[in-house]
């Protein structure tokens, strides 16, 4: 009897270090992963299908899909067209979100360009005006570096040239130069105006992946017009190179802008 009690205390004792041992073990790398959800959205100036302005509808679009970072195009700030409306500082008091902006040209006493969502802090930012060929418009791409569960995310936004293939282009090769000496994982979301396949799109995609493809997403991810939507030209794209995974994608219908804003979950792996 006591020979039994004793094995039966070791077995107990064995028992108790194993479940021990297990619980101090590193946790697997799957559960070091994050998922970031980025969007990309042309807001035609808070303009919808219905010609109207209505800035709540932009950010009810938002709250809903409830991004992490959201790059928009097409912004107006103190523009007599829209009732000189500070649009992005709006669209942030209704999001709670922080915001960054830049403008790419003066129009109608104000300025016009994109702008930047964050639900995490933005520590730097960097704006730049691209050289055009031809379009009266002038273009540019706004960069954010944000804090996002303790390491750095550069989130980029820009609007290409909606009139010439060579303009497109053109913009396409300075982005990329601008972005050649950023350090760390970089996401770019934008309306590049761009069919998949055309030069453009072909420049991006020799060095960052496409959210939409990568993600085996369902559809075409079709996003202009919002009403009948015909063309793939608003994309979110993102370095190869940054531990980043692109796991969903999604275009959500609303008509509350002329696109159709796109959507994707990212994977990102924690930096040990």
Request: net charge neutral; proline share 4%.
């Amino acid at each position: 009897m006591l020979r039994t009690v004793l094995l039966v205390a070791i077995a107990i004792a064995l028992l108790g270090a194993t479940q021990t041992g297990r619980a101090s073990r590193p946790l697997p790398s799957a559960l070091a992963k994050k998922t970031l959800r980025v969007m990309t959205y042309n807001i035609h100036v808070g303009i919808g299908m219905d010609k109207k302005l209505n800035l709540q509808r932009i950010a009810d679009v938002i709250n809903h899909e409830h991004p992490d970072l959201a790059g928009l195009q097409e912004v107006d700030r103190g523009v007599q067209r829209t009732q000189r409306i500070d649009e992005i500082a709006e669209i942030a008091r209704l999001t709670q979100m922080e915001y960054a902006f830049a403008y790419n040209l003066q129009f109608q006493g104000g300025q016009y360009g994109v702008a930047i969502l964050s639900r995490f802090p933005i520590k730097v930012i960097d704006h730049w005006r691209f050289a055009n060929v031809r379009e009266k418009e002038r273009r540019g791409m706004i960069r954010a570096e944000i804090e996002v569960h303790g390491q750095t995310i550069n989130f980029v936004t820009t609007h290409l040239d909606y009139q010439y293939q060579d303009g497109r282009v053109f913009e396409a090769e300075q982005l990329l130069k601008l972005l050649a000496g950023i350090k760390g994982p970089v996401i770019v979301a934008g309306d590049f105006n761009d069919l998949p396949g055309a030069d453009a799109y072909k420049i991006m995609t020799n060095q960052f992946r496409d959210a939409w493809i990568e993600s085996k997403a369902i559809g075409e991810g079709l996003s202009y017009p919002a009403d009948k939507p015909a063309k793939r030209i608003d994309y979110i794209f993102y370095r190869p190179d940054d531990s980043m995974r692109a796991t969903r994608a999604w275009i959500v219908n609303t008509q509350a802008s002329d696109h159709l804003p796109l959507v994707t979950d990212l994977e990102i792996r924690a930096v040990p």
